[in-house]
């Protein structure tokens, strides 16, 4: 069976023009060249209960994986990591590292991301930036660990 993963991207301005997602477009294609069943890219702006609520919402409908991109930075819109933090059970505080020093061999801007990663039930929930390049680069980093993660969070730790 079918890993399903829901894409929510996550800015004012796309929300106002789905033509200039280009983040959310590129996750999907990368979590469907790894053989996940796809939803979205949903598109929300950067409100903290709206997030929180979509991120719950793809959950419950069944995503094992929800990654979010964009409202990562230190912008006062940028409140992701917040809404985040709000809806997940645990950390996975090493994802988040590992996405940054993933960056951080591209750029030193990486350091400045808050991705955070965690779980909600048995879900994987991950922020990438929202940049096409630094959501591809976060994406790349850890999506090796996706397929043991899931299979630990549903309950398979034989086969983990």
Do not use: C, W
Not at 31 to 40: A, H, I, K, P, S
Not at 60 to 83: C, E, F, M, S, W
Not at 128 to 149: F, N, Q, T, W
């Amino acid at each position: 069976m079918k890993s399903r993963a829901h894409v929510i991207t996550i800015s004012d301005r796309s929300s106002a023009d789905r033509t200039l997602d280009k983040s959310g477009p590129a996750v999907v294609e990368i979590l469907m060249q790894r053989d996940f069943e796809v939803t979205g890219p949903e598109i929300v702006p950067d409100e903290q209960k709206l997030i929180a609520d979509t991120i719950v919402a793809a959950v419950n409908k069944g995503a094992h994986l929800v990654i979010t991109t964009g409202g990562t930075g230190l912008g006062p819109r940028d409140v992701t990591p917040q809404a985040t933090a709000s809806v997940i059970d645990y950390e996975v505080p090493g994802i988040g590292e590992l996405m940054r020093r993933a960056g951080e061999t591209m750029t030193p801007m990486a350091a400045l991301s808050r991705s955070i990663a965690g779980v909600r039930g048995s879900s994987l929930i991950i922020n990438v930036p929202g940049s096409l390049k630094g959501a591809i680069e976060s994406l790349d980093a850890v999506v090796p660990l996706l397929p043991h993660a899931l299979k630990l969070l549903s309950g398979d730790t034989h086969h983990a």
